[in-house]
């Protein structure tokens, strides 16, 4: 099995008891189940993704905080910063 390299800054976990992972470095998201397969990515562009969390009336809401550095003094004269929101297939677990 190959090693995966992926900056896990924030994580929230679905129903099938797979988490979704922040991955700071590489500007995604990332649905990873047991044992390490990756089912799902979704990028954030030139963003970082720094949090996720499922929510909405369905729990199939995917929520992510992202900014183009995690470094605040970089970020707080500028105002980059972006809450994004996509829809996702399994709804939130029973704990974040």
């Given at each position: 099995?190959?090693?995966?390299h992926v900056a896990a800054d924030g994580i929230c976990s679905d129903?099938?008891?797979?988490?979704?992972v922040a991955d700071a470095i590489h500007s995604r998201v990332i649905r990873v189940r047991e044992g390490g397969d990756?089912?799902?990515?979704?990028?954030t562009g030139p963003m970082g993704a720094y949090a996720c969390m499922l929510g909405g009336d369905d729990g199939?809401?995917?929520?992510?905080?992202?900014?183009p550095s995690f470094l605040e003094h970089e970020r707080?004269?500028?105002?980059?910063a972006?809450?994004?929101a996509t829809r996702v297939a399994v709804p939130r677990g029973g704990r974040p």
């Open positions: 099995m190959g090693l995966l129903a099938e008891g797979a988490i979704w990756i089912t799902d990515e979704i990028s199939r809401t995917l929520f992510l905080c992202a900014a707080r004269p500028v105002r980059e972006q809450l994004l």
